[in-house]
T-cell receptor, first 112, second 111 residues
Framework: DTEVTQTPKHLVMGMTNKKSLKCEQH?????MYWYKQKAKKPPELMFV???????INESVPSRFSPECPNSSLLNLHLHALQPEDSALYLC???????????FGPGTRLTVL | AQSVTQLGSHVSVSEGALVLLRCNYS??????LFWYVQYPNQGLQLLLK??????LVKGINGFEAEFKKSETSFHLTKPSAHMSDAAEYFC?????????FGTGTRLQVTL
């Protein structure tokens, strides 16, 4: 059983739409991450939240807007995306420092 | 900067044969090293991790890896491959708050 859940599992959106991805964890972790993964590539880090504050933004375009409303939830708000943003979006959580990261099942996003 | 290199983007083995997936790391400090497995359209699942305790690390599904500082390696092995092992495998090294992944190795298991 995974303790990191992501919704929705699949999402198709147009370039003018606004949508959100949701991640929820019940592991008591205080660090949460968003990754983007293109086909046949490793995950690329987008954002890191530590104790509900944004600590790392890997120069991600502003059409991606993260939010951490509490220690269990992490959202990724999407607006005016491009077709090249189509990918698998993964959420992960960990304790602090170099602790193991645990991944959710991902959201498969398709931008038309 | 820390990095990992996975030799071989694709490895094919017969069912029942030894699995060996190679990972070499570069790190200026004692590293934390991980192996993750990813099945199609799924997230990453932790197989095992090295955090400076025992150099031989046992993981799930019969996999193990040995940390060799002299060779800067952390190769993943399994004595006998099963069809269900077919997946993408990622080696990763951890710095504070960041995982750096290798490019991945796709394992194919044939009858």
């Amino acid at each position: 059983d995974t303790e990191v859940t992501q919704t929705p599992k699949h999402l198709v959106m147009g370039m003018t739409n606004k949508k959100s991805l949701k991640c929820e964890q019940h592991m008591g972790h205080r660090a949460m991450y968003w990754y983007k993964q293109k086909a046949k590539k490793p995950p690329e880090l987008m954002f890191v939240y530590s104790y509900e504050k944004l600590s790392i933004n890997e120069s991600v375009p502003s059409r991606f807007s993260p939010e951490c409303p509490n220690s269990s939830l992490l959202n990724l708000h999407l607006h005016a995306l491009q077709p090249e943003d189509s990918a698998l979006y993964l959420c992960a959580t960990s304790g602090q420092g170099k602790d193991t990261q645990y991944f959710g099942p991902g959201t498969r996003l398709t931008v038309l | 900067a820390q990095s990992v290199t996975q030799l071989g983007s694709h490895v094919s083995v017969s069912e029942g044969a030894l699995v060996l997936l190679r990972c070499n790391y570069s790190s200026s400090v004692p590293p934390y090293l991980f192996w993750y497995v990813q099945y199609p359209n799924q997230g990453l699942q932790l197989l095992l991790k090295y955090t400076s305790a025992a150099t031989l690390v046992k993981g799930i599904n019969g996999f193990e890896a040995e940390f060799k500082k002299s060779e800067t390696s952390f190769h993943l092995t399994k004595p006998s491959a099963h069809m269900s092992d077919a997946a993408e495998y990622f080696c990763a090294v951890s710095t504070a708050s960041k995982l750096t992944f290798g490019t991945g190795t796709r394992l194919q298991v044939t009858l």
